[in-house]
Structures are given as C-alpha cells and as structure tokens.
C-alpha cells in the first residue's frame, strides 16, 4: 500500500507561486511514477503535470511554462512549483501514483488534496 500527502497550498495573489509537495511512504515508494490533478468546483478533476521515477516530465498545455514538477527521490517527494498563478488556477490539488498518464482511473493512489486558491 502507498500513501500520499499533500501540503503547501493556500491563498496567494494572482501572479504569485506557490510550492506544492506531495510525500509517499509505504512499498515501492520510492519508484513511483507522481502526476498532478486538480479539481475546480463544479468542474471534472483535470491532469496538470506528471513526473516519472526517472525525471520524464509531462504537463498539460495550459501550465507549461508557469508550473515545474520534480521530485526528489532520496525523500520521496515529488514538487509541483507554481509560478505566475491565475485566478483560473483555483483549486483542489491532488497528487496520484503510480501513472504518467492524463487519465483519472489509471492511478491507484490518491492523496487528500490541498487546497489553491489564486485571488485577483
């Protein structure tokens, strides 16, 4: 079994960053592959970025460029750095295992979320 915890979201200005963690523990976790998701309210969760255990790096469209994913894998921990954030970013984070795909179901694990909230 593996968990997942997020922390580090919160409410910042747009324009702002954020620095998002997601730490495994339990088996394998340390070879784990770590997407990404979000969930705005009322919207269906969405794919934002994925890392796998050897650093292929994956985002979707509408973050490149203004969010870097990484991990250090010495701590089981994968980052999701925000930059230049947009009130569009608003959101529940999720970070998930072990997938590098944009599909919801093709992860097993899920943290709790965290939540992100971009004022204008």
């Known amino acids: 079994q593996v968990q997942l915890v997020e922390s580090g979201g919160g409410l910042v200005q747009a324009g702002g960053s954020l620095r998002l963690s997601c730490s495994a523990s339990?088996?394998?976790?340390?070879?784990?592959?770590v997407g990404w998701f979000r969930q705005a309210p009322g919207k269906e969760r969405e794919f934002v970025a994925a890392?796998?255990?050897?650093?292929?790096?994956y985002y979707t469209d509408s973050v490149k460029g203004r969010f870097t994913i990484s991990r250090d894998n010495t701590k089981n921990t994968v980052y999701l750095q925000m930059n230049n954030l947009k009130p569009e970013d608003t959101a529940i984070y999720y970070c998930?295992?072990?997938?590098?795909?944009?599909?919801?179901?093709?992860?097993?694990?899920w943290g709790q979320g965290t939540q992100v909230t971009v004022s204008s």
């Open positions: 339990g088996r394998i976790s340390s070879s784990l592959a």
């Open positions: 890392i796998s255990y050897g650093g292929n790096l």
């Open positions: 998930a295992a072990d997938s590098m795909s944009t599909i919801v179901s093709t992860y097993d694990y």
